[in-house]
């Protein structure tokens, strides 16, 4: 999964990044608000992480303007503002969860979580399908009732893929779930990390559809 990180001070920024990237998640930082409407018009994100105080452009600006533009992508404000009125127009302004700084990285973490398990449509904690199962808050994985070890990316597409069983993603769309702006991609990686899980998981598990991409069937 991949998230944007918009916070303007730079040891929170640092640990935060450091924290989601031991999570697997493809994280892209930036620290001013212009850069983040900027980011949020021009690259596709499962989750954004917004803080309010920001410089050139506010977080509240930053929020109305993404929802403005009908982007479903779910906002998780991280903010020091813990006055109640300040968390109503984060909500208002179309924020789906709100966090007050300092906060355990732990509820963070399940927070974000939950999030994108809603933005998905699923409401289960564990995603299982076709006797694959993955539990994103302990990071395992089984197939048939056997532990599975995944590298970070093979990790990221099956996940990608596992959520909404029968939809096909191009090899693009799971390159943008899986590298930030900082990470170089070969060519190839996606059919890499692809061939990784078939080997692991069974070669019928993800299906190549000729000139779209992959899938996981329904049945």
Do not use: C
């Not at 730079?10 to 994280?27: F, N």
């Not at 105080?53 to 930053?62: C, I, Y």
């Amino acid at each position: 999964m991949r998230l944007l990180l918009v916070e303007d001070d730079p040891m929170i920024g640092e640990a935060m990044l450091q924290v989601l990237r031991a999570e697997h998640y493809a994280v892209d930082w930036v620290r001013d608000g212009v850069m983040a409407d900027s980011a949020l018009q021009s690259e596709q994100y499962d989750l954004v992480l917004l803080d309010l105080g920001l410089p050139k452009r506010g977080g509240l600006e930053v929020l109305r303007a993404l929802r403005a533009r009908r982007a479903p992508v779910p906002v998780l404000i991280a903010t020091a503002r813990d006055a109640v009125g300040d968390r109503i127009a984060g909500l208002d302004a179309g924020a789906d969860d709100y966090v007050l700084k300092p906060f355990d990285i732990d509820e963070l973490l399940a927070r974000i979580r939950a999030l994108l398990r809603r933005s998905a449509g699923r409401g289960e904690p564990v995603f299982a399908h076709r006797g694959v199962s993955l539990n994103p808050a302990t990071r395992e994985a089984e197939a048939h009732g056997q532990p599975v070890l995944l590298s970070a990316r093979e990790w990221a597409v099956l996940e990608a893929l596992i959520v909404r069983p029968g939809a096909v993603l191009s090899r693009a769309q799971l390159e943008e779930k899986l590298f930030s702006w900082k990470d170089d991609i070969s060519s190839n990686a996606v059919e890499v990390y692809v061939h990784g899980l078939r080997k692991k998981l069974g070669n019928d598990f993800i299906q190549t559809v000729r000139g779209l991409g992959y899938v996981v069937p329904r049945k």
